[in-house]
T-cell receptor, first 112, second 118 residues
Framework: AQKITQTQPGMFVQEKEAVTLDCTYD???????LFWYKQPSSGEMIFLIY??????QNATEGRYSLNFQKARKSANLVISASQLGDSAMYFC?????????FGTGTSLTVIP | DGGITQSPKYLFRKEGQNVTLSCEQN?????MYWYRQDPGQGLRLIYY???????QKGDIAEGYSVSREKKESFPLTVTSAQKNPTAFYLC?????????????????FGSGTRLTVV
């Protein structure tokens, strides 16, 4: 069964605007972690933000915030004030007891 | 600075050849992982290791082999049995054990090796 679902293969956003990248997950573990990674064209995977399943508040890291809705099993990434350098692939991931599960990614293009 | 190093960055393989991709980490992480990524697609798990001298197959282990003789090192061999090895390979490491509330249970990734069959 697919653990992480990213339904947006590609997204476009105007520079300086905000954008939301969707992520839903499926798990029966009571404790888990949710992550977002950025992959620019160079290929490296860059950690952006983390949300623990027991965290009461939504995680924020600079221009990145995670809209965590536990009952809906969603963990959407919000990027505020988009910059040209934000153009990249974005992967949602979930850490269970033993493994990481990755989504198929969303390609974000920031338009000048 | 602690980190995870993959080498080489680019690798070319002839038909029928075995090649080995290197992955070294100095983060004192227990677990190490190998992923394959094809153009425009997500990551697929090849092998992972939670402790030294032990490793488990992932979703696409056929045609690949690994070893974990040292905590710091987890080399991946792409054998001639792998019929379509051209891809981007990512190594990652993390702390193992039960999940807590600490951010440290995330992955640290290497910068990747791009393998091409010629």
């Amino acid at each position: 069964a697919q653990k992480i679902t990213q339904t947006q293969p590609g997204m476009f956003v105007q520079e300086k605007e905000a954008v939301t990248l969707d992520c839903t997950y499926d798990t029966s573990d009571p404790s888990y972690g949710l992550f977002w990674y950025k992959q620019p064209s160079s290929g490296e995977m860059i950690f952006l933000i983390y949300q623990g399943s027991y965290d009461q508040q939504n995680a924020t890291e600079g221009r990145y915030s995670l809209n965590f809705q536990k009952a809906r099993k969603s963990a959407n990434l919000v990027i505020s004030a988009s910059q040209l350098g934000d153009s990249a692939m974005y992967f949602c991931a979930m850490r269970g007891v033993m493994e990481f599960y990755f989504g198929t990614g969303t390609s974000l293009t920031v338009i000048p | 600075d602690g980190g995870i190093t993959q080498s080489p960055k680019y690798l070319f393989r002839k038909e029928g050849q075995n090649v080995t991709l290197s992955c070294e980490q100095n983060l004192n992480h227990d677990a190490m992982y190998w992923y394959r990524q094809d153009p425009g697609q997500g990551l697929r798990l090849i092998y992972y290791s939670q402790i030294v001298n032990d490793f488990q197959k992932g979703d696409i282990a056929e045609g690949y082999s690994v070893s974990r003789e040292k905590k710091e090192s987890f080399p991946l061999t792409v054998t001639s049995a792998q019929k379509n090895p051209t891809a981007f390979y990512l190594c990652a490491s993390s702390f193992a054990g039960t999940l807590g509330r600490r951010q440290g249970y995330g992955y640290t990734f290497g910068s990747g090796t791009r393998l091409t069959v010629v």
